[in-house]
Nanobody, 122 residues
Framework: QVQLVESGGGLVQPGGSLRLSCVASGGTFGNYWMYWYRQVPGKEREFVSRISWGGGGVFYADSVKGRFTISRDNAKKTVWQQMNSLKPEDTAVYYC???????????????WGKGTRVTVSS
């Protein structure tokens, strides 16, 4: 069983930056691809980014490509998402998730954190 705890959300002005963190406990962190998803009320949970077991493979949604960067440190059991040039449409609850394989569907995740809220507003 893997537990995931996100942090780093908050209120930021458009054009600003935030760094989200997700710390894992239990299980073997290096066995999992790590993902970030986000969700706004009334909409489905949306894929944002993912990173492979060793960190060498990353993939981003088109909406965040060039602005967000996902990274991980397996020794620290932590995955981060650096978010730059934030836009109001990035406002959402951001969730960290873990899966043993590669998938785009939230249904494929094995574990979820409880989320951290990001609000981009002036």
């Amino acid at each position: 069983q893997v537990q995931l705890v996100e942090s780093g959300g908050g209120l930021v002005q458009p054009g600003g930056s935030l760094r989200l963190s997700c710390v894992a406990s239990g299980g073997t962190f290096g066995n999992y691809w790590m993902y970030w998803y986000r969700q706004v009320p009334g909409k489905e949970r949306e894929f944002v980014s993912r990173i492979s077991w060793g960190g060498g493979g990353v993939f981003y949604a088109d909406s965040v490509k060039g602005r967000f960067t996902i990274s991980r440190d397996n020794a620290k059991k932590t995955v981060w998402q650096q978010m730059n040039s934030l836009k109001p449409e990035d406002t959402a609850v951001y969730y960290c998730a873990a899966a043993r394989g590669v998938t785009m569907s939230p249904l494929g995740m094995d574990y979820w954190g409880k989320g951290t809220r990001v609000t981009v507003s002036s």
